[in-house]
C-alpha cells in the first residue's frame, strides 16, 4: 500500500481560526440575549439549559458521524488489502 492512502487532510490555520471564532461568538451572543431576555429567571435558565443540552448534542453528532466515516474507512481499506493479496498470490502470470 502506498503511504499517501494513510495520510490525513490538514486544515489551515485561517479555517481554524474562522471555525473556533464563529463558535465562540455564536455561543456569546446567544448567552447574552438569553441573559437578557425580559423573562422570568427560572424561564431563563430553562432556556439556557436547553442551549447547553443543544451544544452538547451537536458536539456529540459530530463526533459521532466522524467516527462512524473513519470506521468504514479503515473497512475498506482492509478488504481493499485482502483482495490484493488474493490477487497477487493467485496471478495468472506467476
Same mark, same amino acid.
Given at each position: 500500500?502506498?503511504?499517501?492512502?494513510?495520510?490525513?487532510?490538514?486544515?489551515?490555520?485561517?479555517?481554524?481560526?474562522?471555525?473556533? *471564532?464563529?463558535?465562540?461568538?455564536?455561543?456569546?451572543?446567544?448567552?447574552?440575549?438569553?441573559?437578557?431576555?425580559?423573562?422570568?429567571?427560572?424561564?431563563?435558565?430553562?432556556?439556557?439549559?436547553?442551549?447547553?443540552?443543544?451544544?452538547?448534542?451537536?458536539?456529540?453528532?459530530?463526533?459521532?458521524?466522524?467516527?462512524?466515516?473513519?470506521?468504514?474507512?479503515?473497512?475498506?481499506?482492509?478488504?481493499?488489502?485482502?483482495?490484493?493479496?488474493?490477487?497477487?498470490?493467485?496471478?495468472? *502470470?506467476?
Amino acid at each position: 500500500m502506498e503511504s499517501t492512502v494513510f495520510s490525513r487532510i490538514k486544515d489551515t490555520n485561517a479555517w481554524l481560526f474562522q471555525v473556533w *471564532l464563529s463558535w465562540f461568538l455564536a455561543m456569546a451572543f446567544t448567552g447574552i440575549g438569553i441573559a437578557f431576555l425580559p423573562v422570568n429567571p427560572w424561564q431563563r435558565a430553562f432556556l439556557g439549559m436547553g442551549f447547553v443540552f443543544s451544544i452538547n448534542s451537536s458536539f456529540v453528532l459530530a463526533k459521532t458521524v466522524r467516527d462512524r466515516h473513519e470506521s468504514s474507512q479503515v473497512t475498506a481499506r482492509i478488504d481493499e488489502a485482502r483482495i490484493e493479496k488474493i490477487l497477487s498470490d493467485n496471478h495468472p *502470470l506467476k
